[in-house]
Structures are given as C-alpha cells and as structure tokens.
C-alpha cells in the first residue's frame, strides 16, 4: 500500500522560472490496485511519479510505502520496492549488454549483488520462461544485445524488469507514448497481462483516453500540480471517453477564469 | 629482434595500464585522466620500497592499493561534489603530481642494483639456463632470461585478464557494466550507482599504478614525469584491440586491450627503428587515437550517403 500525504514540490523556488509542480497531492492506493493518471501536459504527472521513486526529494509531504516512511530514502534504496517504465523505450534496459544479462540484473533487485555468477547455463531456461508470455521471439535471441531490438521489444522487455520479483509497486509513465500505434497496443496488452498476473499495485501515466476508460480499477486526474478527480469502483467503470473530454474541458474553462474566482465559484456551486 | 622482444615486454607491462582504461572508458564511460598521476604513483611507491629493501611483490601491491585510492577519490570528486569526471581526475592528478615527488623526494629517482622483480626473474634464469645463454627464436639469438620475463609477463597478465573478465561477469560485475551503460535503469533496479563510480575507478587505477610499478622496475628508475600521455597511450591500446578483436564480449575486449597494448608498442619501435624522432611520439599517438574516435562515425556518414543513393 502507497500514502502520499500532502506532497508538495517546487522547481526553481525563488526565481522567475518557479514552477509549483506538486501542489499538495494526497492519495492511497490500496494493495494490488491499479491506478490510471490522466492530466494535461505541464500538469504534474511526472513529477509525482518521481517524486514517489525518489528522483529528487520532496519539499513537503510524507510518502509511506507499506506503512514505512520512505519519504527520506534516497533514490537506489526505494527502487528495491518499485519497478519503473519510462516514455522512452532507450531509459529501461542496457543496450549493450544481451537480454539474458538485462533481465539477470532485473533479478537481483533489493538483493546483495556479491561475486556469484551474473548468468549461468541454469538461469538461461528460467529467463526463456520469462520472455515466452511477450510473444516476440525473444526465447531464441537471449544473447543479442538489446540495443538491437526494436522499440516495441525493449519497452516490453523494460516492463518484464520492472515487474521482476513483484515489486510492492509499478510505476508507468506514458510507456507506450513513443511508440507506433500497432506496437502501442501490443505493449498495452502486456501490461495488463502482467499487472493482472501478479497482482501488481501500479501507478500508470497515460496520454490515451481509451487506455485511461478501459484499463484499471481508478482514474485519477492532475491538474495544476493536484488531484482534480479522482473515480474510482462503479464510477470508474462507467467512465466514458466522452466524460473524461467534458472533465478536460470544464478544467479549461476553469483556467480561463482568474485562479481566486475560480476557487470561489468551485467552492459555492460544486 | 631482441629490440622486438623489449617491446613486447614493455607492450605487456603496459597492458597493465590498458585494462584500468579499459575499465575506466569503456566499462564506465568515464574519461578517467588521474591515470597520468596514478602511474607515477605506482613507480614512485615501487621505487622507494624496493629501494628501502622491500619485497618487490609487496612494493607491486602497495602500489595497487594505492592507485586504487587516487581513483577512489576521483570517484568520490565526480559523485559527492557532482564535478565532471575530467575535472575531477584533473584536480587528483595534479594534487598526485605533489604526492609523487614527495614519495620520491626529488624527480628522478634511480634503483641501481635493487633486487627488483626483472631482477629475480634474471637470476632464476641463470640458474636454470646459465648466464647469458641464448636461443634461437625464429632464427634469431636472443638472450634466454628475456624469454623468461616475457613468459612470465605473459602468464601473469593473462591470468589478470581471465580474473578482470571472471569478475565483470559475477552480479557485482554485471552492475558496475551497466552503471556505464545505463545509469538510469540499473538504479531503477536499486543500485547505487555512485559507490559502483568510486569502487570502478578506484579498480582501474589500482591497474593503472601496478602498471607503473612494473615500468619503474624494468627501466631501473621511476621518474614525475612518467605519466605524461599514459591515458591516451592506455586509449590507443585499447582501440586498436577493438579493431583487431571485435567488442563482441567482455572477454574479447579485455583480450583485445592487451593485445593492443603489445601491437601498439611494437608499432611505435618500428617507427622509431625507421628513424621517427622520438619527441613526436606523443603527436603521433593523439593524432593516431583522434583519428580512431572518428572514424566509426565517418564510415556511417559514408554508409548512409551511400544508402541514401540506393534509394534515389
Ligand atoms: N526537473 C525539473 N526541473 C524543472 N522543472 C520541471 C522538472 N520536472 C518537471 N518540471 C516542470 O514541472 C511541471 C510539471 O511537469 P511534469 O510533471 O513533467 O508534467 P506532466 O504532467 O506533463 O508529466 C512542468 O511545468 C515542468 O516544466
Ligand atoms: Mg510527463
């Protein structure tokens, strides 16, 4: 289970380029569910994902992990819990090494990396195992390094690794953004096989609306560094891309207005 | 032929030097210049203990050690202080430059007569073979107890490499390849990535300094301005092993940056042998390794023009 309580993160504090992207976020996400994030860009996903992995501290907030407080825990050590997916399919693998070496170090994760061998002829069947379920031919070619696969096959292979060993929670930033529509789907479909097979707590980014209405069990929406909606059991199920539009928009139309009357208008008739 | 055996020697004590660049430039990306201050270090160290009538197998280990913490703090420099690797190595290397002549206590400092490791193996030679006996190698006399160093360098560095190459393919091993090749993902995988820096760096010039002792013990002396150009010289041995051997794997990489060091060092005696001036030496190296970083991108300019002319 992940508590964020009432984060809060400026960029470039004190300057003319201040940038409030948190803006006191809380949110609960109880074990195994999985959590779509929709927003505008500029809105605040990104950095609420990285402020969860530790990419840089928070300037206000407690982040609880499992009922621990990791709000102080540096980067590499929350990573022993989290797997992450970024948008570039080049961020989660090692390009020069080969996929057996890749999904080995996947393996270690939150474990003491001593002088044992990194692979070994009987780790080989464990990780052609592991790649069959993608479907891309990948059992075969465990040696190639990956720098030579295509995008799609790196994203899914990212995604194999960072959902190695069951982290306590996944992280995915829009990881099928950059790649084509076809391979987009693809790698869609793999999310949600694994997610639903081990039964994953995950945090997902997403530019798709489509994605958003027919994946997940709650849909949160940012807005301004915040959590501007939040739909989650019956409700979520019901969503429809149609819905989520008329929300966008009437957040635009909130912007058109000063920030003060907004507030008060929001807070008087809704 | 006997200079052709020399510079073998020289080209396998200098292997030394290649795999800490090796593990420095292309293991962890990082253009590692302490280098040109932990060699000296290494010879310097070497010089005075053996001098002061220290084993030289030990002098060869406190020189290790020592490298290994100039490249530590190298290390430390670059990930506590977030100063660029080349300004870190630069800051190291001239602190080492002080460092050295104090070991040394003067700039050149010669080791007549000291029982070193060259010296041993001589002996062991003689009581093998009898003093100065020659065989025929090739066709051509050479003095045996050259042999003799050469095996032995051979078989220690060869050794080295298969222990280099055992350890970068153990967990340990494997992380710190990544750490060079991704940062970002293997600390998405929950390593920390700065402490593989420190502990990366601090091995390769523990190479690089051990390297400097055997230098020093072969030549008689060890001398501050040893270093000078040591990087490139480790750079260019370890490119021309790429393009002998191929970077197909950890294994042929390791066994390409030795065999470039002894190519390139025989290379370099021909040409002073066909009457090059030995003060260019140094233009020739860094012309000959700018040379190599750009040729791979000019062949894929070339490729792809020609590509696109297929296509026209
Ligand atoms: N590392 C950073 N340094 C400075 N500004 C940043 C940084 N990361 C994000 N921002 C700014 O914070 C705001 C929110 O960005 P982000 O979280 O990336 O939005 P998105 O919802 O599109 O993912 C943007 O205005 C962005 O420019
Ligand atoms: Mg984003």
């Known amino acids: ?270 | 032929m006997s200079i052709l055996i020399t510079s073998m020697i020289f080209g396998l004590i200098l292997s030394f030097l290649a795999l800490g660049v090796f593990i420095s430039f292309r293991v962890f990306d990082f253009p590692d210049i302490t280098v040109e201050g932990s060699f000296t270090t290494g010879a310097a160290l070497a010089a005075l203990l053996i001098v002061s009538g220290c084993d030289p197998m030990l002098s060869c280990l406190v020189s290790f050690a020592a490298g290994m913490v100039s490249g530590a703090l190298t290390g430390l420099i670059h990930t506590r202080f977030r100063i660029n690797p080349l300004l870190s190595g630069i800051l190291v290397m001239t602190a080492l430059y002080s460092v050295n002549l104090h070991v040394m206590g003067r700039s050149n400092l010669p080791m007549p007569g000291a029982v070193t490791l060259f010296s041993g193996l001589e002996k062991i030679s003689q009581q093998l073979f009898g003093q100065g006996s020659k065989v025929l190698l090739l066709g051509w006399s050479v003095d045996i107890k050259d042999v003799v160093i050469l095996v032995t360098l051979l078989v220690a560095v060869s050794l080295t490499g298969f222990v280099l190459r055992w350890f970068l393919r153990t967990n340990l091993g494997t992380a710190m390849r990544a750490t060079g090749d991704n940062d970002q993902m293997i600390r998405a995988l929950g390593v920390n990535t700065k402490w593989m820096i420190v502990f990366g760096i601090a091995l390769a010039n523990g190479f690089v300094a051990l390297s400097g002792a055997l230098m020093a013990q072969f030549q008689g002396f060890a001398d501050v301005q040893m270093g000078i150009g040591m990087m490139v010289w480790g750079l260019a041995s370890v490119i021309i092993g790429e393009v002998v051997v191929g970077r197909t794997s950890v294994g042929y990489v390791i066994f390409g940056a030795v065999l470039g060091s002894v190519l390139f060092r025989l290379l370099v005696a021909i040409a002073l042998r066909l009457g090059m001036n030995p003060n260019d030496l140094k233009i020739i190296t860094a012309a000959f390794v700018f040379i190599a970083l750009i040729l791979p991108g000019l062949m894929k300019r070339r490729k792809s023009l020609w590509g696109r002319k297929k296509y026209a």
């Open chain 1, 1 to 270: 289970m992940l508590e964020l309580y009432n984060i809060k993160k400026t960029f470039h504090s004190g300057t003319v380029h201040e940038v409030r992207a948190l803006n006191g976020v809380s949110l609960t996400l109880e074990k195994g569910s999985f959590v779509c994030v929709l927003g505008s860009n500029g809105s605040g996903k990104s950095t609420l994902l990285n402020a969860i992995a530790g990419t840089f501290p928070v300037d206000e907030g407690t982040i609880r992990l499992d009922g621990t407080d990791i709000t102080a825990w540096p980067e590499h050590k929350r990573a022993r819990h989290m797997g992450r997916v970024f948008q570039n399919p080049l961020s989660g693998t090692a390009p020069n090494m080969t996929i057996s070496e890749n999904i080995s170090l996947a393996l270690r994760r939150g474990k003491p990396r001593g002088l044992g061998p990194g692979i070994s002829h009987g780790k080989k069947e464990e990780y052609r195992q592991m790649v069959r379920p993608l479907n891309m031919d990948l059992e075969e070619r465990l040696d190639n390094p990956i720098g030579k696969l295509s995008g799609g096959q790196r994203q899914a292979l990212t995604l194999l690794i960072a959902s190695a060993l069951q982290p306590k929670l996944l992280l995915l930033d829009e990881h099928t953004a950059a790649l084509d529509p076809k391979t987009a789907a693809r790698v869609t479909e793999i999310t949600q096989m694994i997610i639903t097979r081990d039964s994953l707590t995950t945090l997902m980014v997403t530019h798709s609306m489509h994605q958003a209405v027919h994946m997940g069990d709650r849909l949160i929406m940012m807005h301004q560094g915040r959590v501007a909606y939040d739909f989650k059991g019956e409700d979520k199920k019901r969503l429809k891309v149609n819905d989520l539009l008329a929300l966008f928009d009437d957040l635009r139309r909130k912007d058109a207005i000063d920030p003060g009357v907004a507030a008060l208008l929001s807070n008087n008739y809704v």
